[in-house]
Structure formats: structure tokens, C-alpha cells
DNA sequence: GGTTGCCTTGACGCCGGCGACAAGGTCTAG
DNA sequence: CTAGACCTTGTCGCCGGCGTCAAGGCAACC
């Protein structure tokens, strides 16, 4: 399977594969004029990585989950190493939840202050525009 | 007041306001040498700035809030296009929220399902890895 | 041999809010 | 006279996951 081929079937480019590459994420094989040639596994592997990154997870993070396929796997998320991303993960998104509504709550603050003194204040703003 | 004072008192750096200033938010006028010279109003300004920036605004949001601060009200979101802006926000944080959400729940059951599995498949990495 | 369609490496662009450095002018104190 | 503490404009770097050329080689068909 060539690159062309592959980023069909994962539903991405061949920049990305490449890209995947220089980041030691993706393996190919090279035929004899230069090509990359996949096999089967790593259109897994491609797939993978594309849920992961869909999910939130940065390219760094997502090593270990390859590792894991690479190690025989049917998932990548099995093997200690991805199961202690998957938990730092979770809390990082719990703590950015907190964050939303901390900053929910401002805005709503801020929204409710706003409505309160738009009157009186507005007024002077309809002055200086005529 | 000059740049580093105004830098100082506002809590950021001199390049920041010169930032602020090429993109229209912050406002200066020059002395004989050319040093920019600044106004206490200018002080709440960029705080309002500031402020809004650590809620999650970008600086283009940030615009109609610096103009109501200039038509002299004592609040920069007491105007209608700074109410707009606001709701907007909230919505999108509700969004934010919700991703996060689905994210969260995403990662509870990858979790979930990686520990379950934890034990058959890891025998095999332990046996690769001797 | 010419066209088309695949492949290769290399390098710049993007977004946003600045940090950091360069090379110089200005003002004040000693 | 000089040191140093301000100020000026200009430009490159950062982060991350690519998109988008550019310039060229290889393969296959007519």
C-alpha cells in the first residue's frame, strides 16, 4: 500500500502520514524506487492516532497508544503507559471543565451587571451619538 | 505617564501595550521626543483589557469594550455590542463545556475498558518485553 | 515522446498574544 | 564625559498540526 492509498482509507493526506513519520508515529517500509510501502497495520495505527488527536490529545501524548499497538495489541490503550495518559488526560479535562465554569459563572456576573445598568447608563451613549 | 509606568501599574510588560496599540485598543499621545504619553484613563483601559483576556477573549472581542469605556461610561459592558459579545461568549463556553463533556465521558470508557482488559493482553507485552 | 498521475524532499504560512533581541535616540545624575 | 535607565521602531521566535506550494523523479499508457 502506497502513501496515496493509505491516507484514503484513513480518511486523511499524505502530509499528515509524513508528517506522522518525522515524528517517529508512523513506520514505512521503502520500495526499491523510493516509495513508502505500509502494510495493513498501520492504517490501524493511522486510525488511532487520528481518534486520539479528534478526542484532544497532542501528538506526544499519543506514543504510547502506537507502542502498545506495535507490541501486538488489539488496542492501544491497554499497556500501563496509555492507561496513565488516559488518567492524566481525565484530569487535565475535569480541570478544564472547572475552569469553563468558573468562567461561566463570570460572564453570566458580568452579563446580569450589564443588563442591570444599561439604562441608565446607555442614555448618555444615545446623546453622544446624535 | 510613560510606557513603563503605565507597564508597571497595569501588571504587564511595555511591548504588550505597544501591541495593544497597533491593533487599535490602546490609545497614546507623544511628547517633543516621541515617547508615548498616556492618561489615567488609559490605566482602566488596559486593565479592562487585561481582565477580559483571562476570562478567554480575543482582542478583536476586546474592541467594543474599550469603545464603551471611551463614550465615558464607568463599565465597559454596559453597551449593546459588548452585550453581544458576552452572550456569544457564554454560548460558546456552554459549547466548550459540552465538548468537554463528551470528552470526559470518552475517556471514562476507554479507561474502563483498558483496565478490563488490562490483565489478558498484558501477559503478552511482558512476555515480549524479557 | 508526451501526458497524466503517482511519488520524493524541502520550506514557508497559519493563528494569537506576546517574549526577546537588535540598534539606536533621549534624559539625568555624578 | 560617561554610565545607565529610560524610550523608539523593526523583526524573528514560539506552539502544533498540519496546508500548500515548489521542483523534481518514476511509472504507465497512448
Redesign the interface.
Known amino acids: 500500500m502506497l502513501i496515496g492509498e493509505l491516507a484514503e482509507r484513513a480518511g486523511t493526506s499524505t502530509r499528515t502520514l509524513r508528517y506522522y513519520e518525522t515524528h517517529g508515529l508512523v513506520r514505512a517500509a521503502r520500495s526499491a524506487n523510493g516509495y513508502r510501502v505500509y502494510d495493513e497495520a498501520e492504517l490501524h495505527v493511522v486510525r488511532e492516532i487520528r481518534a486520539l488527536l479528534a478526542?484532544?490529545f497532542g501528538l506526544e501524548d499519543i506514543r504510547p497508544f502506537v507502542a502498545?499497538l506495535r507490541?501486538?495489541?488489539?488496542?492501544g490503550?491497554?499497556?500501563?503507559d496509555?492507561?496513565a495518559v488516559?488518567?492524566r488526560?481525565?484530569a487535565e479535562?475535569?480541570a478544564?471543565?472547572d475552569r469553563?465554569?468558573a468562567?461561566?459563572r463570570?460572564?453570566?456576573d458580568?452579563?446580569a451587571?450589564?443588563?442591570t445598568?444599561?439604562e441608565e447608563?446607555?442614555s448618555?451613549?444615545r446623546r453622544?451619538a446624535r
Open positions: 478526542v484532544g502498545c507490541a501486538g495489541n488489539a488496542s490503550h491497554v499497556c500501563p496509555s492507561v488516559l488518567r488526560k481525565l479535562v475535569d478544564g471543565i469553563l465554569h468562567v461561566r463570570e460572564l453570566r458580568q452579563l451587571h450589564a443588563i445598568h444599561r447608563t446607555c448618555r451613549l453622544t
